[in-house]
C-alpha cells in the first residue's frame, strides 16, 4: 500500500487532464472531447478499484509534498489511501462512468457538447482530489473546485436567466458555510500547527480531541458550517432545489450522488475530531432536515424539484447516522444513495428526455407503457429509496441509521423524526410515481412519449442493479460495509437478523413505509390530474409546503435586503469618500502643477529673461559710444595713455 | 656729442606730440596719415637717440630697428593712402566724420 | 657748442615743418612741408652717427612717401580745398587738447628720468659692411619676412586703388 499510495494522484490527474484538453478543443469535435472524459473516468474507475484492492486488508498509508514555503515553516499537501477514501473513489468513479455515458445521449442535441464533458471532466477530478487529499488545505482547493465545477455546470446553459441565478445562489450560499469551514481550518492550524490528516503520528486527526474538548468541539462545528452549506442542511438547503436548473446528469452527479456527500465525507473524515457535543448538533441538524425537506416535497410539481428535496432529506439521515452511529453508519447509506439516487435523477432524465421537456408531473402520466424499461429501472430507485424490506439497498442503510438513533445515549426525539421522514419519503415517492407512471396520460407531449435510446437506458440497469445489490453489503447479519471501514472482520450470521431492537427497528420501519406506499397510492393512483386531493383537503398547508416554508422569502427580506443595504453604504463609502479623497489628492497635485508652472515661468524664466535683456540693454547702451568716428577713438586712445604713463611712473609712490 | 639725450627725447616728444594733435584736429583723412608718419617718426628718433647714448651701440640693434621700421611705416603709408583713394572713389570725399558705417 | 647749434637748427626746421603740415589749408603745401619735417629729420639721424638710416630716411620717406601723399592729394581733389570750409574737424580744440596733454605727460617723464642729461659716451662706427653682414645673419628673418611684406604691401595696395572697370548693364 505504500507503493500504490505514491501513484494515487493519478486518480484526479487523468480527469483534469481530459478537462484541459477538452478545454483545448474546439467545440466541433465532439466524439473527440466526450471519448476523453469517458475514458479518462474509466482510467480513474479502474485505479480505484485497484486502490480499494489494496485497502482490503485494513490500514493506512499517507504521502505527502512539500508545496511552498513561508518564512520557516512550509505547507505541505498530501494524499492518502484508506478504506473510507477508497471506497469513495469506487463510488464516484463509478456513478461519473455511468452518468458520462448516459449524457452521450442526453445531451447528443445540445450545442455545447465539448463544454459539458470538459466540465464534468474539471469536476470528477475535483471530487476525487478531496476524497483521495491527505490535507484540509489540500482538501479545501478541491472543495472550492468542486463548488466552482458546480457553479458552471447549474449555469451550464446560462443564457437562461434562471438557471444564471441559481448558479449564483448555489456559489454564494455553499460559500457562507465554506467561511466557517475556512476559520475552523485556520484555528486547527494554529493549535496543531500542520494541516496534514495523518502524517505518522504527527497529522492533526492522529490523536482525537486534538487541542481540548472544547477547542476540538469549536473547530469540528466551524467545519461542519462548510458540510452544512456543500449538504444542503437546513439553513443553507435553499440553493439546491434551485440547482435543478441545469442538465439532468448534472443534477444526478453532482447534487445527488457526490457533490453534495461531500459534506458527509468531510464530517466522516474529521471524525476524530468531533467530539459528542459537537456530534449531537449534527444529528439534530440532520434529523430535522431530514423531516423538513420530506414535509416539502410533498407538495412539489416539478419532477426533479421532488427528487432534489428528496436528496435533502436523505443528507440529513446521512448526518442523523453519522452523529448517533458513527461513520460507518453514514457512510454506507450515502454509497447506497449515490446509486439509487443517481438512478431515480437519469430515470427522471429519461422521462423528461421522452415528453420533449416537459417537468411538471401533472402532465405526464401512463409513461409505464410507453417507457417500460425506465418504468423498471425507476421503480427499483423508488423502493430503494423508500427502504422497501429486505431487497433493496436503501431499507438496510436507512435502517442501520434508525437503528443507530434508537440507540442515541442523549434522545429519541431524532428517531421519531426519522420515522416520520421514512414515512413521508414513501408517501411522495408513491405520488410521484402515481403522477408519472399510472393513469391516462396528459394531453400533449405525454401521450407521444418514447422509449430512451439504450445508451441512456443501459446505466440506468446498471444502476438498477447496484441499488439493489449494494444493500447487501451492510446488513447486520453480514457487515462487511461496517467492518471494512472501521476495521475487523465480517461474519456472516443471520441470527443477527432476529436480535431483539434490530428487529423491532425494522418492523416498524418496513409497517410505516406500507402505510405511506399504500395510502398515497389510494389517494392518487385514482384522483384525477389538475387538483391535488391534498390541497383540496388542506390548502393552507399544501401551500405553505408547496412554497418552501416561505425560507427563500424570508432570507430575500432579512439577509439579502440586509447586504444589499451594506453593499449600497459600501459603494457610497467608496463613490463618495474615497474617491473624493483620491480626488482631492489629484486636485492637489494639479494645483502643485500648476503652481510649479507659474514659478517656473515667471520666476525662472522670467529672471532669465530679465538677466538676458539687461545685458542687451547694457550693450546696445555700450555700443552708443561707438559711433564710427575713428578720431574719436584715438582720442580716448590718447587719454588712455596719458592715464597709464602717469600712473605707471608716478602710482607707485601714491600707494 | 654735447647735446645731452634729454633733448632729442624732448624733440621727439614734440614731434609726437604735433603728429598727435593734427591727426586729432584735421578733417581729411590724408591728414590723419601725414600725422601718423610723424608720430612714426617720432619714436624712429627716439630708438635711434638710444642706440646713440645706450650701452652697447656696437650692437647695431637700434638701427636696426629703424631701418625695418621705416620700411614697415613705408607699407603701411602705401596702403592707408591706397585706402583713402578708394573710398574717394565710392563716397566722393575723403573726410574722416563721414567715413561712419562702422558704428553701434 | 656748434653741435648744438647745428642740433637746434635742424630741430626747428623739423618742427616747424610738421606745425605747417598740420595746419595748412592747401593739402599741398602740407604734403611738402610734411617732406621738410621728415629731411630734418634725416638731418638729425645724421646728426646721430646713424648715417645709413639719415639716408634710408632720406630715400623713403621724403623720396616715396612724400610723394605717395602728393599724388593722394592730386588724386582726391574736387569737392576737397573749399575756400572757407572749415579745415579742421569740429572737435578740434579736444584733439588739440589731447595732445598737449599727451606731449606734457612725455616731457614730464623725460624730465623727471635721471640720467638723461649726460653726455654721449663714445664714438660709434656704423659701417654699411657692418649692417650688411648684420641683415643677413642675425636678421635674415625679419628681412626675409619686410620682404614678403612689402610685396603684399605692394599688390595690395595696387589692388585696392584699382579703379574699377564701368559696370555694363545686363543685356536684356
Not at chain 1, 289 to 310: C, E, G, M, P, W
Not at chain 1, 606 to 615: K, Q, S
Not at chain 3, 44 to 69: K, N, P, S, T
Request: positive net charge.
Amino acid at each position: 500500500m505504500e507503493t500504490i499510495v505514491k501513484y494515487i494522484w493519478m486518480i484526479p490527474a487523468a480527469p483534469l487532464l481530459a478537462a484541459g484538453a477538452g478545454a483545448l478543443l474546439p467545440g466541433g469535435r465532439r466524439r473527440l472531447g466526450a471519448g476523453l472524459a469517458v475514458g479518462a473516468i474509466s482510467v480513474s474507475f479502474l485505479l480505484s478499484c485497484a486502490a480499494f484492492a489494496a485497502t482490503l486488508g485494513g490500514g493506512r498509508a499517507a504521502s505527502h509534498f512539500r508545496w511552498f514555503d513561508f518564512g520557516a515553516t512550509s505547507v505541505q499537501l498530501g494524499w492518502v489511501l484508506d478504506p473510507l477514501g477508497a471506497v469513495m473513489a469506487v463510488m464516484v468513479t463509478l456513478a461519473s462512468l455511468l452518468i458520462f455515458i448516459y449524457s452521450l445521449g442526453y445531451m447528443a442535441g445540445d450545442g455545447n457538447f465539448t463544454r459539458f464533458f470538459c466540465f464534468m471532466s474539471l469536476f470528477a477530478a475535483a471530487m476525487l482530489g478531496l476524497v483521495l487529499a491527505n490535507s484540509l488545505l489540500l482538501f479545501f482547493i478541491s472543495w472550492e473546485l468542486v463548488g466552482l465545477a458546480s457553479y458552471l455546470l447549474i449555469g451550464f446553459w446560462f443564457q437562461k436567466p434562471a438557471a444564471a441565478a441559481a448558479a449564483r445562489k448555489a456559489f454564494i450560499t455553499t460559500r457562507i458555510g465554506d467561511l466557517g469551514f475556512l476559520v475552523g481550518m485556520l484555528a486547527l492550524y494554529s493549535k496543531t500547527g500542520t494541516l496534514l490528516f495523518y502524517d505518522s503520528g504527527h497529522g492533526c486527526l492522529d490523536e482525537n480531541f486534538v487541542g481540548g474538548l472544547v477547542v476540538s468541539t469549536a473547530i469540528g462545528l466551524l467545519i461542519f458550517c462548510g458540510a452544512i452549506g456543500k449538504s444542503g442542511q437546513f439553513p443553507l438547503h435553499v440553493w439546491l432545489p434551485d440547482a435543478m436548473e441545469g442538465p439532468t446528469p448534472v443534477s444526478a452527479l453532482i447534487h445527488a450522488a457526490t457533490m453534495v456527500a461531500a459534506g458527509v465525507f468531510l464530517v466522516a473524515r474529521v471524525y476524530p475530531l468531533m467530539t459528542p457535543h459537537a456530534l449531537q448538533v449534527v444529528t439534530w441538524v440532520g434529523a430535522l432536515t431530514a423531516v423538513f425537506a420530506a414535509a416539502i416535497a410533498v407538495a412539489q410539481n416539478d419532477i426533479k424539484r421532488i427528487l432534489a428535496y428528496s436528496t435533502i432529506s436523505q443528507l440529513g439521515y446521512m448526518m442523523m447516522g453519522l452523529g448517533a452511529g458513527g461513520v460507518a453508519v453514514g457512510m454506507f447509506h450515502l454509497t447506497t444513495h449515490a446509486f439509487f439516487k443517481a438512478l431515480l435523477f437519469l430515470g427522471a432524465g429519461s422521462v423528461i428526455h421522452g415528453c420533449r421537456g416537459e417537468q411538471d408531473i401533472r402532465k405526464m402520466g401512463g409513461l409505464r407503457k410507453r417507457m417500460p424499461l425506465t418504468f423498471a429501472a425507476y421503480a427499483a430507485g423508488m423502493m430503494a429509496l423508500c427502504g422497501v424490506p429486505l431487497f433493496f439497498s436503501g431499507f438496510w442503510s436507512k435502517d442501520a441509521i434508525l437503528d443507530a438513533a434508537h440507540h442515541w445515549r442523549f434522545s429519541q426525539a431524532p428517531f421519531y423524526l426519522g420515522l416520520l421522514g421514512a414515512f413521508l419519503t414513501a408517501f411522495y415517492m408513491t405520488r410521484q410515481v402515481c403522477a408519472v407512471f399510472f393513469g391516462k396520460p396528459a394531453p400533449g407531449d405525454a401521450e407521444r412519449a418514447h422509449e430512451s435510446p439504450p445508451v441512456m437506458t443501459a446505466p440506468l440497469l446498471i444502476l438498477a442493479v447496484l441499488a439493489v445489490g449494494a444493500g447487501f453489503f451492510g446488513t447486520p447479519a453480514w457487515p462487511w460495509f461496517q467492518k471494512y471501514l472501521e476495521g475487523g472482520k465480517a461474519g456472516f450470521d443471520l441470527s443477527k437478523l432476529l436480535d431483539g431492537s434490530a428487529l423491532t427497528v425494522m418492523l416498524l420501519s418496513s409497517a410505516l413505509v406500507a402505510v405511506g406506499i399504500v395510502w398515497s397510492g389510494w389517494v392518487y393512483g385514482r384522483a384525477a390530474r389538475e387538483t391535488d386531493p391534498l390541497e383540496k383537503a388542506q390548502p393552507a398547508l399544501f401551500a405553505c409546503l408547496r412554497q418552501k416554508f416561505f425560507v427563500d422569502e424570508f432570507y430575500a427580506a432579512t439577509v439579502i435586503r440586509l447586504t444589499g443595504a451594506f453593499a449600497m453604504f459600501c459603494d457610497w463609502l467608496d463613490r463618495v469618500v474615497l474617491d473624493g479623497a483620491v480626488r482631492a489628492l489629484c486636485w492637489l497635485a494639479v494645483g502643485l502643477a500648476r503652481l510649479n508652472r507659474n514659478v517656473d515661468e515667471s520666476v525662472v524664466n522670467g529672471g532669465f529673461d530679465a538677466g538676458t535683456e539687461t545685458v542687451r540693454g547694457s550693450g546696445e547702451w555700450m555700443s552708443r559710444f561707438q559711433n564710427g568716428q575713428t578720431q574719436r577713438y584715438l582720442r580716448v586712445i590718447g587719454l588712455a595713455f596719458c592715464g597709464l604713463l602717469v600712473l605707471l611712473l608716478w602710482g607707485a609712490s601714491w600707494f | 656729442m654735447t647735446t645731452p639725450l634729454a633733448h632729442y627725447l624732448i624733440l621727439a616728444a614734440l614731434l609726437f606730440g604735433v603728429g598727435l594733435a593734427g591727426a586729432l584736429a584735421r578733417r581729411n583723412a590724408i591728414l590723419v596719415l601725414v600725422g601718423l608718419e610723424l608720430m612714426f617718426n617720432a619714436a624712429n628718433l627716439n630708438f635711434i637717440a638710444f642706440w646713440r647714448f645706450g650701452p652697447r651701440p656696437e650692437a647695431l640693434t637700434g638701427l636696426m630697428f629703424v631701418l625695418f621700421s621705416i620700411a614697415i611705416g613705408a607699407a603701411e603709408a602705401a596702403i592707408g593712402l591706397a585706402l583713402v583713394i578708394a573710398i574717394y572713389r565710392h563716397r566722393r570725399t575723403a573726410q574722416v566724420d563721414r567715413f561712419d558705417s562702422l558704428k553701434g | 657748442m656748434l653741435n648744438e647749434i647745428a642740433f637746434l637748427l635742424c630741430a626747428a626746421l623739423t618742427l616747424a615743418g610738421a606745425v605747417a603740415a598740420m595746419t595748412l589749408r592747401n593739402l599741398a603745401h602740407c604734403a611738402l612741408c610734411a617732406a621738410g619735417a621728415f629731411a630734418g629729420l634725416a638731418a638729425i639721424y645724421l646728426q646721430l652717427d646713424a648715417e645709413f638710416a639719415g639716408f634710408a630716411q632720406l630715400l623713403v620717406y621724403v623720396g616715396a612717401i612724400a610723394i605717395l601723399i602728393l599724388f593722394t592729394v592730386l588724386l582726391t581733389r574736387g569737392a576737397e580745398i573749399q575756400p572757407g570750409g572749415p579745415a579742421a574737424s569740429t572737435s578740434r580744440g579736444m584733439g588739440l587738447g589731447v595732445g598737449a596733454l599727451v606731449t606734457a605727460c612725455l616731457i614730464g617723464a623725460i624730465m623727471a628720468s635721471p640720467g638723461l642729461r649726460g653726455h654721449a659716451p663714445q664714438t660709434v662706427h656704423a659701417p654699411v659692411k657692418r649692417i650688411g653682414e648684420q641683415l643677413m645673419n642675425q636678421y635674415v628673418m625679419p628681412l626675409e619676412a619686410i620682404g614678403l611684406l612689402l610685396t603684399a604691401a605692394l599688390l595690395g595696395a595696387v589692388i585696392i586703388a584699382l579703379r574699377e572697370p564701368p559696370k555694363e548693364p545686363p543685356a536684356p
